[in-house]
T-cell receptor, first 117, second 117 residues
Framework: NAGVMQNPRHLVRRRGQEARLRCSPMKGHSHVYWYRQLPEEGLKFMVYLQKENIIDESGMPKERFSAEFPKEGPSILRIQQVVRGDSAAYFC???????????????FGPGTRLTVL | AQSVAQPEDQVNVAEGNPLTVKCTYSVSGNPYLFWYVQYPNRGLQFLLKYITGDNLVKGSYGFEAEFNKSQTSFHLKKPSALVSDSALYFCAVRGGTSTSGTYKYIFGTGTRLKVLA
């Protein structure tokens, strides 16, 4: 069973460009979470999605950031008009179930390292 | 509010000596506690978790952690450190109640472990 897949692993963008980060959850998982890790910091929750629904985007900046998890295909985190402060590692996690429970555990992907020049 | 504290930015230990990486938490309800390790330019790797049951949890690579409810701590330990254990370690907590936000992992800021040969 393949783990959570993220691509690209490294992404370089110039200020003002758009960044698209992709996440394919583990097989059988329909819940996806995005986290951001700024240099020398822990991971911060951004958004939680189920298929075709955004459940909680309380950790996502109000402007320039958006996320989707379509019925088919990977989840996409989109950052428009990137700025240098967006440079970070973006991690995706997936889980089988949404609620707390012994088997509900988030599995993390390898991350996408975004560098904004 | 849920929170996790890792009071030490860095821990240095000699190879072969026991190591401890500290973590304290604050959460309403029963806590679900996790330890992850991150090697340079890599994603998070799951080490171990506490959900319920025995307070001493054994995980990957010889690591273990002790859940102490009265001290709200979940320190990571290993009897004999290896140079290859040098990495960034994150403690995380997820609220174990059915209130909104239970799926959010709250991460500590990380502790850099350096094992000296």
């Amino acid at each position: 069973n393949a783990g959570v897949m993220q691509n690209p692993r490294h992404l370089v963008r110039r200020r003002g460009q758009e960044a698209r980060l992709r996440c394919s959850p583990m097989k059988g998982h329909s819940h996806v979470y995005w986290y951001r890790q700024l240099p020398e910091e822990g991971l911060k929750f951004m958004v939680y999605l189920q298929k075709e629904n955004i459940i909680d985007e309380s950790g996502m900046p109000k402007e320039r950031f958006s996320a989707e998890f379509p019925k088919e295909g990977p989840s996409i985190l989109r950052i428009q008009q990137v700025v240098r402060g967006d440079s970070a590692a973006y991690f995706c996690a997936s889980s089988r179930h949404p609620w707390a429970g012994e088997d509900n555990e988030q599995f993390f992907g390898p991350g996408t390292r975004l560098t904004v020049l | 509010a849920q929170s996790v504290a890792q009071p030490e930015d860095q821990v240095n230990v000699a190879e072969g000596n026991p190591l401890t990486v500290k973590c304290t938490y604050s959460v309403s309800g029963n806590p679900y506690l996790f330890w992850y390790v991150q090697y340079p330019n890599r994603g998070l790797q799951f080490l171990l978790k506490y959900i319920t049951g025995d307070n001493l949890v054994k995980g990957s690579y010889g690591f273990e952690a002790e859940f102490n409810k009265s001290q709200t701590s979940f320190h990571l330990k290993k009897p004999s450190a290896l140079v290859s254990d040098s990495a960034l370690y994150f403690c995380a907590v997820r609220g174990g109640t059915s209130t909104s936000g239970t799926y959010k992992y709250i991460f500590g800021t990380g502790t850099r472990l350096k094992v000296l040969a």
